[in-house]
């Protein structure tokens, strides 16, 4: 029986999968990254020249000694970290960095941790290699789904364990503290020799809670002992977090460490509007029912600035902010904290929204795109994500309901989410009308940030939709120049129209609604295609890439 159990389970994940995936295939509406001309047939100099280099640098002359020594650790932690998810995604990484003789092949290789183009997706740019298997290092390169599916192993499915054959060729589990062992010590250790320069008791605990989880796989303590530490100077993440590697079952998670320095004026500021979210999840076009009792959101909002990436976070784009813990139980019982990084977001401000803003909005709305307001939408995107609700009026969840849409139209109501709550902050005096046209001109210039990476990434398909919903409403119009701007009380009624629409799609989990939404607005008009070659011909970096380590921060 248990076994019975645990099968239909797992068809129903794979059944969803392979409806996302059958769903993103059988779209012949492209848009910009299936544009060969555009990406796939750049030259490995064009490739790395897509890639802003950002030192993450930091003032460190007033930290004591014990800090120095911290971030000094932290920091050979990271580069163990790094080494352990090149394992994970594909193996010997001395062997196949010695034998690229190219130089630029080599530089993009380690943008990449291998020889697969992360804009794409899986396509290899080095011909001598594969495109990258869907389970990476995770299981073997030539897993089926029907053999997965059958195997009677219910931790098949644990986010900590990696998929083997015996001699037999039957697949069997290992776990990552087994077949990581030796890394896994080595960053262990490390986290306890750091534990005993602790000025903070808290943070001390966090670290030698961690040192031994990573020996166990299992972190509930440690994650309770994290979301403990709530103002120490120094903060670091570090453990297999996300899932988004794991192309096969969206299940196996990748090592990744994030060391941050906390800036406590920023913190507070965010944690203002942390504390208005039962106002803003009452103020959403929402049904009454799903506002009979408020949220139970205990969550902490930092700010911080990241001194190194380590491991999946450096590997490709870079994110700006993430949201910890995963586990639903530490959630309930203790909260979550949600961190923004306020050095990367001004980097790709600087070096990306900037730019394209300049090409393509109208010369007298340009003045509304700041960096303010870029960092202010970030945090309130991570706000709209506690918003809103898991289930259908009829208590189905809504993930079940919409299938494989309910990605892209999660997405697509977290980014309108986040500026139709701009009203009520106005209303509210936490902002002025001026504040909200740069909000507005300045969520129309990360539209175009985001839609120019193509249907590849889900967000860029969720603002290709809004883009298309609000020009087609009369929101976003277009001069003679090919440029952009806002039409401001317009803007404010399609707001309400697609919130409200979104809603409705969830709270009902209608799957019509949903397909005809994304079916109708998920495509890039040529118009758009064009006017985004302007983009392309200007060289605007992609994402950033950062030269980080002790000598860059003088230690």
């Not at 073997?140 to 900590?160: E, G, R, T």
């Not at 900037?354 to 991570?382: H, R």
């Not at 969520?443 to 290709?464: P, S, W």
């Not at 758009?528 to 605007?540: F, G, N, P, W």
Request: aromatic share 12%; hydrophobic share 40%.
């Amino acid at each position: 029986m248990k076994n019975t159990v645990l099968f239909i389970r797992t068809l129903f994940i794979i059944s969803v999968l392979l409806l996302a995936s059958c769903n993103e295939i059988s779209d012949t509406n492209k848009i910009l990254l299936e544009d060969k001309e555009l990406v796939s047939e750049k030259s490995i100099k064009e490739k790395i020249a897509q890639w802003k280099e950002v030192e993450l640098s930091l003032d460190v002359s007033n930290f004591n000694d014990n800090e120095k020594e911290l971030l000094r650790i932290f920091i050979q932690i990271s580069e163990k970290i790094d080494d352990l998810f090149w394992i994970q995604i594909y193996g010997d990484k001395e062997y196949f960095l010695s034998n690229i003789s190219n130089e630029d092949t080599l530089k993009y290789a380690k943008i990449n941790y291998g020889p697969w183009d992360r804009i794409i997706g899986r396509e290899s740019f080095m011909p001598e290699y594969d495109n990258r298997s869907l389970g990476a290092n995770f299981y073997p390169a030539d897993i089926k789904y029907l053999p997965f599916i059958i195997m009677p192993n219910q931790s098949k499915l644990s986010s900590y364990t990696v998929l083997k054959r015996n001699d037999s060729g039957e697949l069997y589990t290992v776990p990552f503290h087994k077949e990581y062992k030796k890394q896994l010590q080595e960053i262990s250790d490390l986290l306890i020799q750091a534990s005993n320069h602790c000025e903070n008791k808290l943070f001390e605990k966090y670290l030698i809670a961690r040192a031994n989880s990573l020996l166990t796989d299992n972190f509930y303590e440690s994650e309770v002992a994290w979301m403990k530490v709530k103002d120490n100077k120094i903060d670091f993440l570090v453990g297999p977090v996300e899932t988004n590697e794991d192309k096969f079952i969206h299940t196996k998670a990748a090592y990744e460490s994030y060391l941050l320095i906390r800036d406590d004026s920023l913190s507070a500021k965010a944690q203002r509007y942390a504390s208005l979210v039962n106002n803003l999840q009452n103020c959403l076009p929402m049904n009454k029912e799903y506002k009979k009792s408020p949220l139970v959101v205990d969550t902490d909002f930092g700010v911080y600035n990241v001194i190194y990436y380590g491991g999946r976070c450096n590997a490709g784009s870079k994110t700006i902010s993430v949201s910890r813990p995963y586990d639903t139980k530490v959630i309930e019982e203790f909260g979550s904290r949600k961190l923004q990084f306020k050095n990367s977001i001004d980097a790709k401000f600087n070096s990306i929204l900037k730019p394209i803003a300049e090409i393509m909005i109208a010369d007298e709305q340009l003045k509304y795109v700041t960096s303010e307001s870029f960092f202010e939408a970030n945090m309130l995107y991570e706000i709209s994500e506690e918003l809103g609700f898991n289930t259908c009026l009829n208590e189905k969840p809504v993930k079940e309901a919409l299938r494989d849409y309910y990605q892209l139209i999660e997405k697509t109501r977290s980014d309108i989410v986040r500026v139709y709550v701009i009203n009520y902050l106005v209303a509210a005096k936490e902002m002025n009308s001026e504040d909200k046209m740069k909000h507005y001109v300045g969520y129309l210039a990360n539209l175009f940030r985001t839609i120019r990476l193509g249907e590849h990434v889900c967000q860029a398909k969720a603002d290709m939709i809004i883009f298309n919903f609000f020009k087609d409403g009369g929101a976003i119009l277009r001069n003679n120049e090919g440029k952009y701007f806002i039409d401001f009380a317009k803007m404010d009624t399609q707001i309400k129209v697609l919130t409200e629409l979104i809603h409705e799609i969830e709270e009902n989990g209608d799957y019509v609604k949903a397909k005809a939404l994304i079916t109708d607005n998920a495509v890039m008009t040529e118009e758009l295609h064009e006017d985004l070659k302007k983009v392309l011909d200007s060289k605007i970096p992609i994402d950033i890439v950062f030269k980080q380590g002790v000598d860059v921060l003088g230690l």
